[in-house]
């Protein structure tokens, strides 16, 4: 079992900045891909970008490429970060953190076996 809790969401204004943590414990070995997944209301979780613990690969989603960067402490990236740069209201949504073995994709949302509760970032316009 793999425990992920987020952290550092807020109410900011459109061009702010934001920093999410995702601390990772438990059977961390077993975890290989860790991700972020946003849901905005009314709408259904989307992928926003994830990381490789092995390879330190990334990937972003395109609407967040250039603006959002991930990154990971250590070298099982135990300690996931995202960077969320330029915010716009559409980037409000909760933000969940999420971890997977070995997903066939970044991006596709049941291989994520491990949840966070959230974190709500709400961006003003």
């Known amino acids: 079992q793999v425990s992920l809790v987020e952290s550092g969401g807020g109410l900011v204004h459109s061009g702010d900045s934001l920093r999410l943590s995702c601390a990772a414990s438990?059977?961390?070995?077993?975890?290989?891909?860790m991700a972020w997944f946003r849901q905005a209301p009314g709408k259904e979780r989307e992928y926003v970008a994830a990381?490789?613990?092995?390879?330190?690969?990334?990937?972003y989603a395109d609407s967040v490429k250039g603006r959002f960067t991930i990154s990971g402490d250590g070298a099982n990236k135990n300690t996931m970060y995202l960077q969320m740069d330029n915010l716009i209201p559409e980037d409000t949504a909760r933000y969940y953190c999420?971890?997977?073995?070995?997903?066939?994709?970044?991006?596709?949302?049941?291989?994520?076996?491990?949840w966070g509760q959230g974190t709500q970032v709400t961006v003003s316009s």
């Open positions: 999420a971890a997977a073995l070995s997903p066939p994709t970044f991006t596709w949302i049941k291989a994520y076996t491990y």
């Open positions: 438990g059977r961390t070995f077993t975890k290989n891909v």
């Open positions: 990381i490789s613990s092995t390879s330190g690969n990334t990937d």
